[in-house]
């Protein structure tokens, strides 16, 4: 077994992942960090997504679900992935990413403009990024935020595969929250991705500005809220493990774990 990483080295390597993830969210246009004009009608069982993290129209697709306040199912699909890739080849006859289904209305689509549509008009909100020329600025800066990070999220490496599907309190374009999404898209890990974008004007910036200069409300948006109730605070990303009883913040510790629980 290879020596552990100083910790000090660890931190600092950590720190240069941030760095290089706030460069593909400012590429991305940071889109997919509110969501004020959420779903009025949310589905009562969970959609579910096949994609991969560094996939730009899948990008598209996390964006339009953080903008509407909308929960999914993650099963992801990296690149030589053998855990979800042969189903979303069975259910859509090929193998072409973002694959939504709906349980709600037994809909299953592809194309990030046509999942956008469908879901803003099927659950009410507005899917903003879905007309020209938005729609094509917004997608050259997915391609670039994909660029910026051409092997993050996008290969998949061996893993155990938990019993339940685990737990993510995110939003889109969170630089902490994009580290911890790669990780379980190439350990091929399912989760329910819990879209906590900010809802009000308030509640942008980063915490200590929100909470301590604004004295904002923290419970702005439903799973803000809910976060807040569970945790006493408001901060992605935020990772629950049902199969080991486990519940933490910070990306670093979250990506320790998944690799120490999952990597095989």
Same mark, same amino acid.
């Given at each position: 077994?290879?020596?552990?990483?100083?910790?000090?080295?660890?931190?600092?390597?950590?720190?240069?992942?941030?760095?290089?993830?706030?460069?593909?969210s &400012?590429?991305?246009?940071?889109?997919?960090?509110?969501?004020?004009?959420?779903?009025?009608?949310?589905?009562?069982?969970?959609?579910?997504?096949?994609?991969?993290?560094?996939?730009?129209?899948?990008?598209?697709?996390r964006?339009?679900?953080? %903008?509407?306040?909308?929960?999914?199912?993650?099963?992801?699909?990296?690149?030589?992935g053998?855990?979800?890739r042969?189903?979303?080849? %069975?259910?859509?006859?090929?193998?072409?990413?973002?694959?939504?289904?709906?349980?709600?209305?037994? &809909?299953?689509?592809? %194309?990030?403009?046509d999942?956008?549509a469908?879901?803003?008009?099927?659950?009410?909100?507005?899917?903003?990024a879905?007309?020209?020329?938005?729609?094509?600025?917004?997608l050259?800066?997915?391609?670039?935020?994909?660029?910026?990070?051409?092997?993050?999220?996008?290969?998949?490496?061996?893993?155990?595969?938990?019993?339940?599907?685990?737990?993510?309190?995110?939003?889109?374009?969170?630089?902490?929250?994009?580290?911890?999404?790669?990780?379980?898209?190439?350990? %091929?890990?399912?989760?329910?991705?819990?879209?906590?974008?900010?809802?009000?004007?308030?509640?942008?910036?980063?915490?200590?500005?929100?909470?301590?200069?604004?004295?904002?409300?923290?419970?702005?948006g439903?799973?803000?809220?809910?976060?807040?109730?569970? &945790?006493?605070?408001?901060?992605?990303?935020?990772?629950?493990?049902?199969n080991?009883?486990?519940?933490?913040?910070?990306?670093?510790?979250?990506?320790?774990?998944?690799?120490?629980?999952?990597?095989?």
């Amino acid at each position: 077994m290879a020596d552990p990483v100083p910790r000090s080295k660890s931190a600092m390597l950590h720190g240069l992942k941030v760095t290089a993830s706030v460069l593909t969210s &400012t590429a991305a246009l940071w889109r997919g960090t509110d969501c004020f004009a959420p779903a009025r009608e949310p589905p009562a069982e969970l959609l579910r997504l096949y994609e991969f993290e560094g996939c730009p129209y899948c990008r598209m697709v996390r964006q339009t679900l953080t %903008e509407l306040d909308l929960d999914v199912l993650i099963l992801p699909c990296p690149k030589g992935g053998t855990r979800f890739r042969p189903t979303a080849l %069975e259910l859509g006859g090929k193998a072409q990413f973002p694959l939504l289904e709906d349980p709600n209305t037994g &809909t299953r689509m592809y %194309e990030s403009r046509d999942i956008a549509a469908y879901l803003a008009q099927t659950y009410g909100g507005h899917a903003r990024a879905n007309a020209e020329p938005l729609r094509s600025l917004f997608l050259l800066g997915s391609m670039g935020a994909s660029a910026l990070r051409p092997l993050s999220g996008m290969r998949a490496r061996p893993s155990k595969a938990p019993e339940q599907p685990l737990e993510l309190y995110s939003f889109e374009s969170s630089p902490y929250s994009r580290l911890v999404r790669e990780r379980l898209c190439e350990l %091929e890990l399912p989760y329910i991705l819990r879209n906590t974008g900010k809802a009000a004007w308030t509640d942008m910036g980063p915490p200590a500005v929100r909470d301590r200069l604004l004295k904002a409300p923290a419970d702005s948006g439903r799973n803000r809220a809910a976060l807040l109730a569970r &945790t006493g605070r408001v901060q992605v990303p935020y990772l629950i493990d049902p199969n080991t009883n486990t519940e933490m913040f910070e990306s670093a510790d979250i990506i320790d774990y998944l690799e120490r629980q999952y990597a095989a």
